[in-house]
T-cell receptor
Framework: QQPVQSPQAVILREGEDAVINCSSS?????VHWYRQKHGEAPVFLMI?????EQKGHDKISASFNEKKQQSSLYLTASQLSYSGTYFC?????????????FGPGTRLSVLP | DTGVSQNPRHKITKRGQNVTFRCDPI?????LYWYRQTLGQGPEFLTY????????KSRLLSDRFSAERPKGSFSTLEIQRTEQGDSAMYLC???????????FGPGTRLTVL
């Protein structure tokens, strides 16, 4: 079952912050975050494992709340290069077994 | 360049024809995934392999789709009797293990006329 991402789209000015949320209805083992620019393949940002992890590098960080089956991606002091579509991918288990599913994406536009 | 290669990069075919795509993962990676992506949507999981074993196939995937990874290295995805609805970007990704980074290839864009 596909995770839900919010918001669907966001427009920022350079230097502003943004939060992208990802939630699932099933128990999760891990959450992956990827960014995809138009016409290109998705590029890895980070993976968070169950246990309530929080990770970050540069000005992009993320948290994973295993109990709530939610993850959030935090973009601070956004740069023009942050523009793209952000996907969360969730690895979990449902009645049919373990699977990996991407969310529908959040389109981020950073304007000068 | 992530080290994952896919061929061909583009394929145009007529409805009803069979097509086959190839993915060469990063050499030491045990896991190999196939996804399909249409414009404005996230990648849709199709199937994945752990070495040469196909561990899971999407329940939504038609029987016209089949994938192999015969020696646990490269993989092929075949679509039989293509339909216009099969038009999409087909992405391959590989990872070292289950919870590791998935490195994506550039994709094969399929257009079914």
């Amino acid at each position: 079952q596909q995770p839900v991402q919010s918001p669907q789209a966001v427009i920022l000015r350079e230097g502003e912050d943004a939060v992208i949320n990802c939630s699932s209805s099933k128990a999760l083992y891990s959450v992956h975050w990827y960014r995809q620019k138009h016409g290109e393949a998705p590029v890895f940002l980070m993976i968070l494992l169950k246990g309530g992890e929080q990770k970050g590098h540069d000005k992009i960080s993320a948290s994973f709340n295993e109990k709530k089956q939610q993850s959030s991606l935090y973009l601070t002091a956004s740069q023009l290069s942050y523009s793209g579509t952000y996907f969360c991918g969730t690895e979990g288990r449902d009645n049919y077994g373990q699977n990996f599913v991407f969310g529908p994406g959040t389109r981020l536009s950073v304007l000068p | 360049d992530t080290g994952v290669s896919q061929n061909p990069r583009h394929k145009i075919t007529k409805r009803g024809q069979n097509v086959t795509f190839r993915c060469d993962p990063i050499s030491e990676h045990n896991r190999l995934y196939w996804y399909r992506q249409t414009l404005g949507q996230g990648p849709e999981f199709l199937t994945y392999f752990q070495n040469e074993a196909q561990l899971e196939k999407s329940r939504l995937l038609s029987d016209r789709f089949s994938a192999e990874r015969p020696k646990g290295s490269f993989s092929t995805l075949e679509i039989q009797r293509t339909e216009q609805g099969d038009s999409a970007m087909y992405l391959c990704a590989s990872s070292l293990a289950a919870t590791d980074t998935q490195y994506f290839g550039p994709g094969t864009r399929l257009t079914v006329l």
